[in-house]
């Protein structure tokens, strides 16, 4: 425990990571208000520019742009009722009709103040539970980790805007994108169409950029002449005692509720946000004021949103699963990096992971200063025009996707990705799925062989083992719980 | 029938998935033992697909979806730019292709100010070209500004 603090201390003595993550903070917020931007394009952008960064180093900047990012999307919800991020969009429902009400600056204290709090329970919770999860995943073998991607795979069915069949269509798209490229036992060539820089697989990095990126780049151009209104913003306030007495139970229950989410895999700050904010209103004495204009919906959905960020990296860092989009271009970046994700992270690397956490809590600090000094100069950038925001993204996309390799073919990739992503989003897929199966798929199919291989071929064998057993349970609860239920509801009331 | 058009190219596709998958090499049995054929994985994702694709069907005749808008113009220059952007980078060069490209997304998406669309097309690809270049180290595809620029 006491390495555990003094790594995350250390953040503070070294300047060039604390110089590090003041600037990805204040880039995380530029990005989080862009509307379209969002924490997971963000991170994709970003992650070419760390390639000559310190394995550490680099995590700590993806991390704290998620963070940052995140919170960001509220201070557009609030002013320009456009949420900056998906995990924003509840924020707009009582943010803006506060702010038009004359009180943009009250509803924006209360949402950075919420934020940082949910942020900061929740890498406390992450500093605490990874290490225990880890205790439990180091005893993990190819079957327990093939039921328990089979797990992340099935929640899938509700991550991202797409219904739960069209997001598990995603995700088996994205399994099989993973058996592109030369099989790991036999070396024998699968969908290459005979280009040997296949040989490896596809690179996560160009198909992230082209799924998350591009495609919104298309989305955007819909929405090319668009022109946003501001609501008048003269300055951020914290919180009145008044205010605090009123919302300090729903932080607290959208920060559990945000952690919880955040660590189920694959779900992620939309989800935690939309129920954070469900909760508040359900457990509010005033809940007519919902919807035009209560500081508990804005304080229940931002508490939730920060807080599934620190809960999304539990999974993403102990078991390799990634617990949102975000956490999925976080966990290339391990990769890319040689950290290996997993529980071996917690025993071979504690000290760097330890300062990852501490990053993310000193992005939180300065978040909040900056969300209350500097709230009014960043709603003005969420004004750039898209004729100029827009293409500068693709010029960062293609150069960021050429980066890595140094290939070509990764710009093709990441501009053929971009198109099929946008035509799957105009059809109401979700590309999430797509990217969390193309990272899961190869972790699938290694330890279904190597379960294989352990039981001299009887797969049975996989569902003797009872923590295998329990995630395959749960992933069948998960796609099959609500309509079990629906059907015996109505056997019984027939009966 | 218009319903059934998503799910049918999503069929058609997990079907040459199948098909070309069928055509792998098979491994000699030593090499695999007890584990699976490199073809087998992807057949079976792809039976699974189609399970979910006849699921996905069944929901679009039961309540079709409402009509997806027709993409504007806007979003059709975009998506013919990036095969513009393949013609220059492969027949002129990597950044002469991000500028062109840059200039007319700018002025087809509304940026009336020329000046404006130019100039930050052309200084943006400059400074990411010098940031990657002289800072990461990477080097980029040869062409006309690159060949000049490299020697």
């Known amino acids: 425990m006491l390495e555990a603090v003094s790594a995350m201390a250390s953040v503070m003595g070294d300047p060039y990571l604390l110089g590090l993550i003041t600037a990805t903070t204040v880039l995380g917020i530029v990005i989080g208000v862009l509307p379209g931007l969002g924490a997971t394009t963000g991170a994709a952008l970003l ?236 457990w509010s004495k005033k809940r007519d004021e919902f919807g035009k204009g209560s500081i508990e919906g804005i304080a229940g959905a931002e508490a939730a949103n920060n807080a599934a960020t620190g809960g999304a990296m539990v999974p993403t860092m102990v078991l390799g699963i990634p617990g949102s989009g975000t956490t999925a271009i976080i966990l290339v970046g391990l990769m890319v990096h040689g950290l290996r994700p997993g529980p071996y992270l917690f025993t071979e690397q504690v000290e760097s992971v330890y300062q990852i956490f501490g990053a993310m809590l000193v992005a939180n600090v300065i978040f909040l200063g900056m969300g209350l000094y500097a709230a009014k100069l960043f709603a003005r950038i969420s004004l750039v025009p898209t004729a100029i925001l827009w293409p500068i993204v693709f010029a960062l996309s293609v150069i960021g996707a050429y980066a890595l390799s140094a290939s070509l073919l990764d710009v093709w990739i990441a501009l053929i990705f971009g198109v099929v992503g946008f035509f799957a989003r105009r059809h109401g897929f979700s590309v999430a799925p797509i990217a969390v199966g193309l990272i899961l798929g190869h972790m699938v199919e290694v330890n279904l062989q190597n379960s294989l291989k352990m039981f001299d071929g009887a797969w049975w064998m996989i569902l003797t083992q009872p923590l295998a057993l329990l995630f395959l349970v749960l992933a069948f609860l998960g796609l099959f719980g609500s309509q079990l239920v629906k059907l015996l509801t109505r056997s019984s009331r027939a009966s | 029938m218009r319903p059934l058009i998503v799910p049918g190219i999503l069929a058609a596709v997990s079907a040459v998935i199948i098909y070309m998958a069928l055509q792998l090499k098979l491994s000699p049995p030593m090499i695999v033992g007890h584990s699976m054929q490199p073809r087998s994985f992807p057949i079976f994702l792809m039976v699974i697909n189609l399970i979910l694709i006849g699921i996905l069907a069944w929901e679009c005749f039961r309540s079709p979806p409402k009509p997806v808008e027709i993409e504007g113009a806007t979003t059709w220059v975009s998506i013919s730019l990036f095969a513009a952007f393949y013609f220059l980078t492969t027949y002129a060069d990597f950044f002469i292709a991000i500028a062109v490209v840059m200039f007319i997304l700018s002025t087809s998406w509304g940026e009336r100010r020329l000046h404006v669309a130019a100039l930050i097309s052309v200084t943006v690809p400059l400074t990411l070209f010098l940031l990657f270049d002289e800072v990461l180290k990477i080097r980029f595809p040869r062409g006309l500004i690159t060949n000049w620029y490299y020697g």
């Open chain 1, 47 to 282: 992650l070419p520019f760390t390639l000559t960064m310190d394995p550490v180093h680099a995590i700590a900047v993806l991390a704290t742009l998620y963070v940052s990012a995140t919170f960001a999307g509220s201070i557009t919800a609030i002013l320009i009722n456009t949420p900056g991020t998906s995990a924003a969009a509840a924020t707009t429902f009582d943010g803006f009709p506060l702010a038009q009400r004359g009180e943009a600056g009250r509803a924006l204290g209360i949402a950075v103040v919420s934020s940082t709090i949910g942020g900061i329970f929740s890498i406390l919770v992450l500093c605490l539970a990874a290490p225990m999860l880890a205790k439990v995943a180091y005893e993990f073998r190819p079957p327990e980790y093939f039921a328990l991607t089979v797990f992340g795979l099935s929640m899938l069915a509700s991550v991202g805007a797409g219904g739960a069949v069209k997001n598990l269509i995603g995700g088996v798209f994205g399994v099989w994108l993973a058996t592109i490229g030369a099989e790991r036992v036999t070396s024998i060539e699968r969908f290459m169409f005979g280009n040997y820089e296949l040989y490896e697989g596809l690179s996560f990095v160009p198909v992230m950029i082209g799924l998350f990126a591009i495609s919104e780049l298309l989305v955007q151009s819909k929405h090319a002449h668009r022109v946003a209104n501001m609501v008048t913003l003269k300055a951020v306030k914290l919180p009145s005692r008044e205010d605090y007495k009123r919302i300090w139970k729903t932080i607290a229950r959208s920060s559990g509720i945000g952690t919880f989410i955040g660590i189920l895999p694959a779900e992620g700050a939309t989800v935690a946000s939309m129920i954070g904010y469900s909760e508040a209103r359900r």
